[in-house]
């Protein structure tokens, strides 16, 4: 039985809202509940504070927390008093007379809660007694506090929402249900009119007679139908000159763009489109059909010929004389379709960087991981002595500093290159600036006996940003501490400055490195020998940070063995 128009849209909107009161009474109950079951955790939390209160007051420890037991008989009846240290082990509980025969209360849902957010609920059986409780336990400075409700009917009758608010929707429901009715009954027959007119327009039978419609929405609409007639010839006239434009668009595309027929006639093809298939193809040609013939086309064909009903989308890359396109074939409902090409060699060298360094990434970051896990691992599943403990706690803790450099070193450098923009710009005092680094690393200068000259003017300023250019020259000068051995000479100058420039000269008198190294020493990752970076514990990007900051400056960098010894970097800052 087919259902008229009204029918219809009264059983589409009695669904709709039988669905929105449903949801509405759902949401309501589980927040009503949701409001009690705080109202009750706040009571236990009072509960709590009292006890916590009261031990602190009374000093109450392992030899007299029995004295407990007064404040435990001020409280309601019902309430269930428990003591945990801070190992888990039970030292009062109220409803039990031998607590030694209770076991670790540290997996104990609530207390796990409490020790990672300082408070926890759970209801649960105990195991102890065997009756089901509503648990509430909160970590204080050495012990948990936990108190528990007898999860009895009295408790459930709390927490359970009351059902005053479902009749209130149920009324509701039924008054809208008839107010319904009635706007489907009238819809119902402005909807009556608009298909008979409807029919007549398809027919294209003239309109012998006025149609009178209501004066509503969908009277607007039937009288606006025949208005909308008149309008055909003046929008069919707009489509061609949109159509104009796609093609204007086509052709100053940077794709290469041919739109086929389902016969594989060309309708329409843009420059870039020919000059990309003549360089694919091995012979020139103008005839574009003749791409059915060619061997890198084959897998666009297949597909078209070859497709799912519901399949209209396929691409495919090639490579051609060092370069690399994609092409891709889009099929319309009509089984015409669209090829185009596209050059992709700049973001498949993109790609491909990306991926050697994700891959350089990975493999700095398995050597701390891989170490630390060990240390935890032997130190989780040994029992070792307590100075070979303090030891193994030390190296993992060595190992995760390393780790947090690498992070932070991989962070920056990142961000250098593709969110530069979000460094603050501002007037900087490099004499203070060099002077934070020197007292930073006074301890470690020390240490490896390394002298430190520094040659800069008290008042020099640039307009920089500050992280960066004190990682230049943190990084300068931890690469001659790690890498350029004891009892050695730093120097850092001012040199030279101009109009638009200030030229630095940095060098250390250490090891340095052959002079084969050299270009290399600013790649990521790069070592001079497998083993260096990871032996002293650096990220391997120090001196790529260095670059990328001297760049960020718009400055420029080189590195070449100094007279004396070791390496000398001179660089500029724009100022």
């Not at 059909?289 to 666009?300: G, K, L």
């Not at 593709?418 to 060099?434: D, G, H, V």
Request: glycine share 4%; proline share 2%; aromatic share 12%.
């Amino acid at each position: 039985m087919k259902l008229s128009y009204k029918q219809r849209i009264f059983f589409y909107f009695f669904i709709i809202f039988a669905l929105f009161a449903v949801c509405i009474v759902i949401v309501e109950q589980k927040e009503e509940k949701k409001q009690r079951t705080q109202a009750l955790t706040e009571r236990l939390d009072n509960y709590a504070d009292m006890i916590h209160m009261y031990m602190e007051e009374y000093q109450l420890t392992d030899s007299n927390i029995t004295d407990i037991g007064t404040l435990a008989k001020a409280m309601p009846m019902d309430i269930r008093i428990t003591i945990i240290d801070e190992s888990g082990r039970v030292a009062y509980d109220k409803d039990v007379t031998d607590i030694s025969t209770l076991e670790n209360h540290l997996d104990r849902p609530e207390i796990r809660n409490a020790s990672y957010q300082g408070n926890g609920t759970n209801i649960r059986m105990s195991a102890s007694t065997h009756h089901e409780y509503m648990y509430y336990a909160k970590h204080y400075k050495d012990y948990y506090v936990r108190v528990a409700l007898p999860y009895n009917i009295q408790t459930q009758s709390m927490l359970k929402a009351d059902n005053m608010f479902i009749y209130i929707v149920l009324g509701l429901f039924v008054i809208v249900i008839i107010f319904v009715n009635y706007i489907a009954g009238r819809f119902g027959k402005s909807i009556s009119q608009l298909k008979n007119l409807a029919i007549k327009i398809k027919e294209d039978k003239p309109l012998t007679e006025k149609i009178a419609f209501p004066e509503d929405e969908l009277g607007e609409i039937g009288n606006q139908l025949v208005s909308l007639l008149k309008q055909k010839e003046r929008s069919k006239r707009e489509i061609e000159v949109e159509r104009e434009k796609l093609i204007q668009h086509f052709h100053y595309s940077q794709e290469g763009i041919c739109i086929f027929d389902r016969d594989i006639k060309k309708i329409y093809a843009n420059t870039n489109f020919f000059q990309y298939f003549n360089f694919i193809v091995d012979l020139p040609a103008f005839d574009l059909e003749a791409i059915i013939r060619e061997e890198v086309f084959i897998p666009a064909i297949e597909f078209i010929h070859n497709r799912k009903k519901d399949e209209t989308y396929h691409t495919y890359q090639i490579k051609k004389s060092g370069k690399a396109f994609s092409i891709q074939t889009i099929v319309f409902e009509d089984d015409s379709f669209e090829i185009t090409i596209k050059d992709i060699t700049k973001t498949e060298k993109t790609r491909l960087l990306k991926q050697e360094m994700t891959n350089n990434i990975a493999h700095e970051l398995r050597t701390p991981v891989t170490s630390l896990r060990g240390y935890l691992e032997t130190l989780n599943t040994q029992t070792l002595p307590s100075d070979k403990q303090t030891q193994f706690i030390d190296r993992a803790y060595q190992q995760t500093i390393r780790l947090s450099n690498l992070i932070e070193d991989i962070s920056l450098i990142s961000k250098m290159e593709e969110a530069s923009t979000q460094f603050a710009m501002e007037k900087i005092n490099l004499s203070q600036l060099i002077n934070d680094v020197r007292i930073d690393l006074t301890d470690k200068l020390k240490e490896n006996d390394i002298q430190l000259n520094i040659a800069i003017k008290d008042n020099i300023t640039i307009d920089g940003n500050y992280t960066l250019l004190y990682s230049i020259f943190r990084n300068l000068m931890d690469n001659s501490i790690s890498y350029g051995g004891q009892h050695i000479l730093v120097g850092i100058s001012n040199y030279m400055e101009d109009w638009d420039y200030l030229y630095f000269s940095y060098f250390d008198t250490g090891k340095g490195v052959d002079e084969q190294y050299l270009p290399r020493l600013f790649e990521r990752f790069y070592r001079v020998n497998e083993g260096r970076t990871r032996d002293t514990g650096g990220s391997g990007l120090g001196l790529s940070i260095v670059k990328n900051a001297v760049l960020f400056h718009k400055g420029e960098i080189q590195v070449k063995r100094h007279a004396g010894g070791g390496l000398e970097f001179s660089f500029t800052l724009k100022k």
